[in-house]
């Protein structure tokens, strides 16, 4: 099977939903961002830091072409790996783009929860600040995440429940069967 490559705003739930997905297929899961950190010894954070966001987004670049010639896998890509010139193009190629989406009653909680770690929005002190910083950068973005072959709403993925339900709706969408006849669920 092609890869399938998970992307979307930060804390749109590509990790929680990718790595449920990928047990439920059987399949490898990667997070982008993680494999990245892992290759460079250091977090995001201190890549952004140190290196510089260019140097991040080379780093990521040549993951994602290694990422590429797998099969069977889940891919989490960060935020704003679709955003770089010719990569929506390249990821379409080489497998399924879903775009997760969830709804800003969902998003701005959990972008709360995990500002810190997060070099984009660390600055972020309460809710306000936080908005001021997501709504141009995803308005700036919305257009790549918008290339993807699926759009897929996000928003319920709190407790296992949710999570389970999220992968059985994906899972049943006409894309993914298409893309993936012989998949059992």
């Known amino acids: 099977m092609r890869p399938i490559f998970l992307i979307g705003f930060m804390c749109s739930g590509k990790t929680t939903f990718g790595q449920a997905l990928a047990r439920r297929l059987g399949m490898?899961?990667?997070d982008l961002d993680q494999a990245i950190e892992e290759r460079?010894?250091?977090s995001v954070a201190e890549i952004f830091h140190t290196l510089g966001e260019d140097r991040f987004r080379s780093l990521e670049a040549e993951m994602v072409d290694e990422?590429?010639?797998l099969t069977d896998t889940i891919v989490a890509t960060g935020g704003g790996t679709p955003c770089r010139p010719g990569m929506?193009?390249?990821?379409n190629a080489a497998g399924?783009?879903?775009a997760l989406h969830a709804c800003p009653g969902r998003l701005y909680p959990r972008l709360m929860?995990?500002?810190q770690s997060r070099p984009l929005l660390a600055e972020a002190r309460n809710e306000e600040a936080l908005r001021?910083?997501?709504e141009p950068l995803l308005s700036e973005r919305q257009h790549f995440y918008d290339m993807a072959a699926v759009r897929?709403?996000?928003s319920l993925l709190e407790t296992e429940e949710e999570i389970a339900a999220s992968v059985d709706r994906f899972i049943a969408t006409p894309a993914f069967k298409a893309e993936y006849p012989n998949q059992q669920p």
């Open 152 to 154: 897929f709403d996000s």
């Open 28 to 30: 490898r899961f990667i």
């Open 88 to 91: 929506m193009q390249r990821l």
């Open 113 to 115: 929860l995990g500002r």
């Open 67 to 69: 990422i590429c010639r």
């Open 96 to 98: 399924l783009t879903v």
């Open 40 to 42: 460079a010894g250091m």
């Open 132 to 134: 001021g910083i997501v």
